[in-house]
């Protein structure tokens, strides 16, 4: 009687927040009906990244012509390298009653904001600017222009947590992971991302 439509969530937060390890712990659970998008970049990949499970790797033409076609839901320039997610991956999951992950910039979320009124978007947020310049220069893969790129970045990027509908402290990865998915499970029951079918519902003739 009940068909619950697939929701679109949006997660964002400075550059080294962690959210890329969030993402990994939160598919480690038991979560249905859920998956990441996987985004188009002109970013070169670090060591221990993959094409086509960390991104898909283009060089800027390639990724320009992909935006010509119109095949981005949102794109963005962030830190000096294009970033896009890819339209059918996510289209054709929502109209399967599937929800979607996209782990993306501030830039990229505003634009799902204004043509997906019911996403749902999640402010992670670091713990302290000391700890994330930590996890950004203890990455160790990024020049120093680029860490530093980041971490001026990161000054302004926390402000605009006031455009989410959550934020979560990156205190300890299990800790955020459950609760996106109590964000997840509080967002699925909402009314107005179901479809109703009463036509069984039905007083039971008798006679
Ligand atoms: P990184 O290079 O560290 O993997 O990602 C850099 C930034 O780009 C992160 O803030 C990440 O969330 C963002 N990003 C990754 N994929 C996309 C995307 O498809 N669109 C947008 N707008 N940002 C993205």
Redesign the pocket.
């Known amino acids: 009687m009940i068909k619950r439509n697939g929701m679109l969530v949006v997660i ?5 927040v962690g ?2 390890t969030i993402c990994k712990e939160l598919f480690k659970r038991d979560l249905k009906d859920v998956k990441l ?1 996987i ?3 002109t ?1 070169k990949p ?1 060591i221990g990244e993959y094409e086509g499970i ?2 898909y790797y283009k060089e800027e033409h390639e990724f320009d012509d992909m935006q010509k076609r119109g095949e ?1 839901l ?3 320039k ?2 000096g ?1 294009y ?3 890819p339209k059918k991956y996510v289209e054709t999951n929502l109209n399967n009653g599937i929800s979607v992950i ?4 501030i ?3 505003m ?1 799902i904001k204004s043509n997906f009124k019911e996403a749902v978007f999640i402010f992670i947020m670091p713990p302290s600017y000391g700890e994330l310049r930590k996890r950004i220069i203890g990455r160790a893969t990024d020049s120093d222009d680029i860490i530093n790129r ?1 971490l001026k970045a990161a000054l302004k990027e926390v402000k605009e947590v006031v455009k989410y509908d959550y934020v979560i402290n990156n205190d300890k990865v299990d800790n955020v992971a459950d609760k996106i998915i109590c964000v997840l499970n509080a967002e699925k029951y909402r009314t107005s991302r179901c479809r109703f079918d009463f036509s069984k519902f039905k007083e039971e003739s008798f006679d």
Request: proline letters at 3%.
């Open positions: 964002s937060g400075p550059s080294g959210k890329g998008s985004s188009a970049t970013r670090r960390n991104y981005f949102e794109y963005a962030v830190y390298s970033y896009g997610t996209l782990e993306i910039d830039q990229g979320a634009q980041r």
